[in-house]
């Protein structure tokens, strides 16, 4: 049993009249009595009447303290104002106290607080100076529901603000002090009540507390009752005040643990804390399951805890608790009463849903699937993938209704990628019955067009156009097309006839105009090509499977091989063929003189001509390599097959490609260089490069092979043309040609006739022709038999015109440098043809 303690004032004027113990239990310390003195006494309020009489008496405050010892122990007291003396002395008090040693409790285990005006407390000393034993404690009632919840509802707008800084103070011994002030202690007193019942129960029986203090500053209880006279410390951090006296608190309290709370006591429901009051989900949840309505962070907690738990939860329960979480019974928008959601909140929902949806009759978890379904459309929360059975009848037919124009709106939504929010809300209107129809190509566009993530396009003539607008962030829902299509677009090809037809137009659409971008988005997609039997040849190559090694050898197999994927003749639609051109040779490719030569031949002119592909076969001979052979013979189909259709710039280019495939052979004719540089001159545009040097290179190894007319060599030497020149020293020095002076007597002759010939012509000839002399002919002519130089010099002495005497004096040891004088035209006019 615990010890108890009497503490009360001495009369004035007597030898003792300070307050001192008048009965004192027998186990109780010096220690102890020294520390209990300092925390009971009495002071009055500083506004009391100085000789009050009876009914003012009882009008002074209570003190009523639950303090903490050093020792651990704790110390309940309750102190009186008992009067004055008739010479108005000090006020005289009286305190009665029990002491709870560290770690019990009072007997029955009841809360400090509930002890409040009990009976067991003496406002007198006992006569005998010995207090009866405490076994056990009668509550004086405070704790009563009858009793708290009018004081709670006449309190509702201070209950949360003063709740969070309890959750706070209760938490952390440094968090400061709680200081109520009202005008009566017994006030303070059912504060103290509400604060207990919220409280987890070990902290309750923990939370030290007094019903009044004329100051403030003087305690250290963690609850602080005051007066409006007792000394203010509203300035002072250390103390969270209030002031039940003064105006309401304004503003909303961010606690959702506090703002529970305090909703459960306006609505009288204290019951509903005999669990841990703490525990918030499982109390937001009583809280609902109850009918009180909760803010929206507080319903998020209530549904995110429900998920988790609903297989330990009731049928009747879990409707119940959908009831309070949908505003109303009944799921339609018309009789909602509460307002939508915020975002925690409906990603809550939804989640709960998902783990209610199917597992539970649709009677249970139907309302949920509307309010869900009603807040994603009209809040843009997460939309729910409900099932056909997942609503009620009525449910679906008053969502349909109410939700018809939001759900259109969503899905024309431009800001949104198409594949989140909109497709989603497509799979909405489908499950209400809402005709979308004619929405579908639009939507449908979209679609394709961020899968393939490539602008507009118009799909005649291959132009680009703006591309709409893209929204910031991941797109397609946040999948990357890299990697695919999205799930959620898949899911909606497989299930949608309309979309899927609509998309798959879009889709042709753009592959018809850019078939490597779409490609490269679309192969090995596992976009289902094969729900519709026919019909989209372009996007049915762009998704067909890479090539192969061998195909990729075999390049004109890979363009049968895509043809025959889609299905339909380049003749009766060209367009195929421009597709499966590009598709086989990429931007950066160009079919060879042969492939596209065969292409020429195969399809027909007129087949490319309507497909647009003539420019591709074009390009492909005026781009070709100096090794591409057949260049020159694709010129020449493509000279009679677009006879009328070749701009002047084009026409010129082939021509002159063209007769570089004819030199060498019965039909290159007479003046080729003038022909060539004719040609170039009067180009009408720039000839591309690959040609003019293809022309000079296929020129230069005509003269030097020979026999060539010597008007051809005089037409070479003053034409000025430095790439025709350079193209003719560089295939001077190739080997092909050393090995032919090396073999070749008459060749040597030859070549010293034509590299001698013309001195002095032009600067640039002169520069070319020593340059073969010295660098190519004489070290081979020096290295050369006796027996090979004389065949060398018979060769010359046919060819007359002083040309064996000029050989002497250009091969004689030390007459390099004066004959290099004679053979560059010093002093000598210019050597004519047949001279």
């Given at each position: 049993?615990?010890?108890?303690?009497?503490?009360?004032?001495?009369?004035?004027?007597s030898e003792d009249s300070g307050p001192?113990?008048?009965?004192?239990?027998?186990?109780?310390?010096?220690?102890?009595?020294?520390?209990?003195?300092?925390?009971?006494?009495?002071?009055?309020?500083?506004?009391?009447?100085?000789?009050?009489?009876?009914?003012?008496?009882?009008?002074?405050?209570?003190?009523?303290?639950?303090?903490?010892?050093?020792?651990?122990?704790?110390?309940?007291?309750?102190?009186?104002?008992?009067?004055?003396?008739?010479?108005?002395?000090?006020?005289?008090?009286?305190?009665?106290?029990?002491?709870?040693?560290?770690?019990?409790?009072?007997?029955?285990?009841?809360?400090?607080?509930?002890?409040?005006?009990?009976?067991?407390?003496?406002?007198?000393?006992?006569?005998?100076?010995?207090?009866?034993?405490?076994?056990?404690?009668?509550?004086?009632?405070?704790?009563?529901?009858?009793?708290?919840?009018?004081?709670?509802?006449?309190?509702?707008?201070?209950?949360?603000?003063?709740?969070?800084?309890?959750?706070?103070?209760?938490?952390?011994?440094?968090?400061?002090?709680?200081?109520?002030?009202?005008?009566?202690?017994?006030?303070?007193?059912?504060?103290?009540?509400?604060?207990?019942?919220?409280?987890?129960?070990?902290?309750?029986?923990?939370?030290?507390?007094?019903?009044?203090?004329?100051?403030?500053?003087?305690?250290?209880?963690?609850?602080?009752?005051?007066?409006?006279?007792?000394?203010?410390?509203?300035?002072?951090?250390?103390?969270?005040?209030?002031?039940?006296?003064?105006?309401?608190?304004?503003?909303?309290?961010?606690?959702?643990?506090?703002?529970?709370?305090?909703?459960?006591?306006?609505?009288?429901?204290?019951?509903?804390?005999?669990?841990?009051?703490?525990?918030?989900?499982?109390?937001?949840?009583?809280?609902?399951?109850?009918?009180?309505?909760?803010?929206?962070?507080?319903?998020?907690?209530?549904?995110?805890?429900?998920?988790?738990?609903?297989?330990?939860?009731?049928?009747?329960?879990?409707?119940?608790?959908?009831?309070?979480?949908?505003?109303?019974?009944?799921?339609?928008?018309?009789?909602?009463?509460?307002?939508?959601?915020?975002?925690?909140?409906?990603?809550?929902?939804?989640?709960?849903?998902?783990?209610?949806?199917?597992?539970?009759?649709?009677?249970?978890?139907?309302?949920?699937?509307?309010?869900?379904?009603?807040?994603?459309?009209?809040?843009?929360?997460?939309?729910?993938?409900?099932?056909?059975?997942?609503?009620?009848?009525?449910?679906?037919?008053?969502?349909?209704?109410?939700?018809?124009?939001?759900?259109?709106?969503?899905?024309?939504?431009?800001?949104?990628?198409?594949?989140?929010?909109?497709?989603?809300?497509?799979?909405?209107?489908?499950?209400?019955?809402?005709?979308?129809?004619?929405?579908?190509?639009?939507?449908?566009?979209?679609?394709a067009r961020e899968l393939v993530d490539?602008?507009?396009?118009?799909?005649?003539?291959?132009?680009?156009?703006?591309?709409?607008?893209?929204?910031?962030?991941?797109?397609?829902?946040?999948?990357?097309?890299?990697?695919?299509?999205?799930?959620?677009?898949?899911?909606?090809?497989?299930?949608?006839?309309?979309?899927?037809?609509?998309?798959?137009?879009?889709?042709?659409?753009?592959?018809?105009?850019?078939?490597?971008?779409?490609?490269?988005?679309?192969?090995?997609?596992?976009?289902?090509?094969?729900?519709?039997?026919?019909?989209?040849?372009?996007?049915?190559?762009?998704?067909?499977?890479?090539?192969?090694?061998?195909?990729?050898?075999?390049?004109?197999?890979?363009?049968?091989?895509?043809?025959?994927?889609?299905?339909?003749?380049?003749?009766?639609?060209?367009?195929?063929?421009?597709?499966?051109?590009?598709?086989?040779?990429?931007?950066?490719?160009?079919?060879?003189?042969?492939?596209?030569?065969?292409?020429?031949?195969?399809?027909?002119?007129?087949?490319?001509?309507?497909?647009?592909?003539?420019?591709?076969?074009?390009?492909?001979?005026?781009?070709?390599?100096?090794?591409?052979?057949d260049a020159p013979a694709l010129a020449?189909?493509?000279?009679?097959?677009?006879?009328?259709?070749?701009?002047?710039?084009?026409?010129?280019?082939?021509?002159?490609?063209?007769?570089?495939?004819?030199?060498?052979?019965?039909?290159?004719?007479?003046?080729?260089?003038?022909?060539?540089?004719?040609?170039?001159?009067?180009?009408?545009?720039?000839?591309?490069?690959?040609?003019?040097?293809?022309?000079?290179?296929?020129?230069?190894?005509?003269?030097?092979?020979?026999?060539?007319?010597?008007?051809?060599?005089?037409?070479?030497?003053?034409?000025?043309?430095?790439?025709?020149?350079?193209?003719?020293?560089?295939?001077?020095?190739?080997?092909?040609?050393?090995?032919?002076?090396?073999?070749?007597?008459?060749?040597?002759?030859?070549?010293?006739?034509?590299?001698?010939?013309?001195?002095?012509?032009?600067?640039?000839?002169?520069?070319?022709?020593?340059?073969?002399?010295?660098?190519?002919?004489?070290?081979?002519?020096?290295?050369?038999?006796?027996?090979?130089?004389?065949?060398?010099?018979?060769?010359?002495?046919?060819?007359?015109?002083?040309?064996?005497?000029?050989?002497?004096?250009?091969?004689?040891?030390?007459?390099?440098?004066?004959?290099?004088?004679?053979?560059?035209?010093?002093?000598?006019?210019?050597?004519?043809?047949?001279?």
């Open positions: 049993m615990p010890a108890q303690l009497h503490y009360t004032s001495g009369p004035s004027g001192r113990f008048t009965a004192v239990g027998a186990e109780v310390s010096p220690g102890v009595l020294r520390e209990a003195a300092r925390l009971l006494g009495y002071e009055p309020p500083p506004d009391s009447p100085r000789q009050p009489d009876a009914e003012q008496l009882k009008r002074f405050p209570t003190v009523f303290g639950f303090s903490e010892l050093a020792d651990g122990g704790r110390l309940l007291s309750r102190s009186v104002c008992t009067g004055t003396d008739w010479a108005g002395g000090p006020v005289s008090f009286h305190t009665h106290a029990v002491l709870l040693p560290a770690g019990t409790r009072l007997p029955d285990g009841v809360l400090p607080i509930s002890t409040w005006e009990s009976p067991r407390w003496a406002d007198s000393t006992p006569a005998d100076g010995r207090p009866d034993p405490v076994d056990r404690v009668e509550p004086s009632g405070l704790l009563r529901k009858e009793a708290l919840v009018p004081f709670a509802v006449s309190r509702a707008e201070r209950l949360a603000a003063f709740f969070a800084d309890l959750r706070a103070v209760a938490a952390d011994p440094g968090a400061g002090q709680i200081v109520v002030v009202e005008h009566d202690s017994a006030d303070v007193a059912r504060w103290i009540a509400l604060a207990c019942t919220v409280l987890p129960r070990e902290q309750a029986h923990r939370l030290t507390f007094t019903t009044y203090t004329r100051d403030p500053r003087q305690t250290r209880q963690q609850l602080v009752g005051a007066l409006p006279s007792s000394e203010p410390v509203t300035d002072d951090g250390r103390y969270r005040v209030h002031n039940c006296t003064g105006r309401q608190p304004s503003g909303p309290v961010a606690d959702t643990w506090a703002e529970v709370c305090a909703r459960v006591w306006r609505a009288g429901r204290p019951d509903l804390f005999h669990n841990d009051p703490e525990d918030l989900g499982p109390l937001a949840v009583s809280a609902l399951v109850a009918g009180i309505d909760l803010r929206t962070d507080a319903r998020a907690v209530a549904a995110s805890w429900a998920a988790e738990q609903v297989d330990a939860l009731s049928d009747d329960r879990l409707t119940a608790l959908v009831a309070g979480l949908c505003g109303s019974p009944v799921p339609h928008l018309g009789s909602r009463s509460t307002a939508l959601p915020g975002e925690a909140e409906q990603a809550a929902l939804a989640v709960l849903l998902a783990r209610l949806d199917g597992r539970v009759p649709a009677s249970v978890s139907g309302p949920l699937a509307a309010r869900v379904l009603a807040s994603a459309v009209l809040a843009r929360g997460p939309v729910p993938a409900l099932r056909a059975g997942s609503l009620t009848a009525r449910a679906h037919d008053d969502l349909a209704r109410d939700l018809a124009p939001a759900l259109r709106a969503g899905i024309a939504d431009t800001a949104e990628p198409a594949a989140g929010r909109p497709l989603a809300l497509l799979r909405s209107a489908d499950l209400l019955d809402v005709d979308c129809q004619d929405q579908l190509p639009e939507l449908a566009e979209r679609l490539t602008p507009a396009t118009n799909a005649t003539t291959g132009s680009a156009t703006k591309p709409s607008p893209e929204p910031t962030g991941t797109r397609h829902g946040g999948e990357p097309p890299a990697d695919g299509c999205p799930t959620a677009l898949l899911d909606a090809v497989h299930t949608h006839p309309g979309l899927r037809v609509a998309l798959f137009g879009s889709l042709d659409t753009l592959a018809s105009a850019e078939p490597p971008a779409v490609a490269r988005v679309l192969r090995d997609s596992g976009l289902p090509l094969r729900l519709q039997q026919s019909g989209f040849p372009h996007l049915r190559m762009c998704a067909a499977p890479a090539a192969t090694p061998a195909e990729s050898a075999d390049r004109l197999d890979r363009f049968h091989g895509l043809l025959r994927t889609a299905g339909v003749s380049p003749h009766a639609d060209p367009t195929v063929l421009r597709t499966a051109l590009r598709l086989t040779w990429s931007d950066d490719e160009l079919p060879t003189g042969q492939e596209a030569g065969l292409l020429l031949k195969e399809l027909g002119s007129d087949s490319h001509r309507a497909a647009g592909t003539r420019e591709l076969l074009i390009e492909a001979a005026l781009a070709a390599p100096p090794d591409d052979r020449t189909d493509l000279l009679r097959c677009f006879t009328t259709e070749l701009r002047p710039g084009q026409r010129t280019a082939l021509q002159l490609l063209e007769f570089t495939g004819l030199l060498g052979t019965a039909n290159e004719g007479e003046e080729w260089i003038g022909r060539v540089l004719s040609l170039k001159a009067d180009a009408a545009e720039p000839i591309p490069e690959t040609v003019t040097d293809r022309a000079f290179e296929a020129l230069a190894w005509r003269l030097l092979k020979g026999p060539a007319p010597a008007n051809e060599l005089y037409a070479l030497a003053p034409s000025a043309e430095p790439r025709l020149l350079a193209a003719y020293e560089r295939a001077g020095r190739s080997d092909q040609v050393s090995e032919r002076l090396r073999t070749g007597p008459a060749y040597v002759a030859a070549r010293f006739c034509d590299w001698s010939a013309f001195p002095g012509t032009d600067p640039a000839w002169d520069e070319t022709r020593t340059a073969l002399l010295t660098k190519v002919l004489r070290p081979i002519v020096r290295a050369l038999t006796a027996e090979t130089q004389g065949e060398v010099q018979t060769a010359l002495d046919h060819a007359g015109r002083g040309k064996l005497d000029a050989f002497h004096a250009w091969n004689r040891p030390g007459a390099l440098g004066r004959l290099a004088g004679r053979l560059s035209g010093r002093g000598r006019r210019t050597e004519q043809p047949g001279t």
